[in-house]
């Protein structure tokens, strides 16, 4: 049964990155595309600390959108990419056969991050609720649409029908919830310092400057001050 007030947890999630393409990211007006690339893998990493069963679905690769994000990829190297030609993800068999085989373990809440907002991530979400019992956790900070208004407006369009929206940074802490779980504690602080931008560099100050740390990168002597003389 769903149950929005259950927290996202490691084992009630699955995720499916949607058309993560280059000719769908140039469209994107919605957000820094820069910043999505950056927070789609941050986002996949994540799953990948907590052995989330990930899906990645594309469409039109050979004429149109081109290859999925390599830097994507190299975080799941093994994973199928399931084509598609439809923009509506559900509409494809194999997309809903892999997340079926995962709800079928209890992950019925489905983080999505996909391009664009208000086309593929719309109707794929509109429609698996409708066929199903699934939870969908739009991620709204790696997706986007081709303009501001239209990720908003396709966002509000969702959460008025029961889509729960998230941000990565929030999917990862969520999964993560205690820091005494010291066995992604590592891993998590290490994602952070690479992807989160300023609560990233806030770490790398506390281990250094609060706790005694030592850095985390090696490098050439610090040297000075030396003033100029006048």
């Known amino acids: 049964m769903s149950n929005k007030l ?81 923009m509506n993800s559900w509409d494809d068999q194999n997309v809903r056969d892999a997340l079926a085989k995962n709800a079928a373990d209890g992950r019925k809440k489905i983080v999505v991050a996909g391009l664009w907002t208000e086309v593929c991530n719309t109707t794929f979400a509109l429609s698996c609720m409708n066929d199903t019992d699934y939870e969908i956790y739009m991620v709204a900070d790696a997706s986007g649409g081709t303009s501001m208004d239209a990720h908003k407006y396709a966002m509000d369009r969702m959460v008025q029908a029961g889509v729960v929206p998230v941000t990565w940074q929030q999917v990862l802490l969520e999964w993560q919830r205690d820091w005494a779980r010291k066995e992604t504690y590592d891993a998590v602080t290490s994602l952070v310092k690479e992807h989160s931008g300023a609560y990233g560099m806030g770490i790398d100050y506390a281990v250094t400057h609060v706790h005694g740390g030592t850095e985390r990168v090696s490098h050439g002597k610090r040297i000075g001050p030396n003033p100029a003389a006048i």
Request: glycine share 4%; net charge negative; aromatic share 6%.
């Open 6 to 86: 259950q927290v996202l947890t490691p084992q009630n999630s699955q995720i499916i990155f949607i058309d993560q393409q280059p000719q769908m990211a140039f469209g994107v007006q919605s957000i820094d595309r820069q910043v999505l690339k950056n927070n789609v893998v941050g986002l996949a990493k994540a799953a990948r600390i907590f052995n989330i069963p990930t899906t990645i679905t594309t469409v039109e690769t050979d004429s149109f959108s081109g290859n999925t994000f390599p830097e994507l990829l190299a975080v799941v190297p093994d994973n199928d990419i399931l084509e598609r030609t439809s």
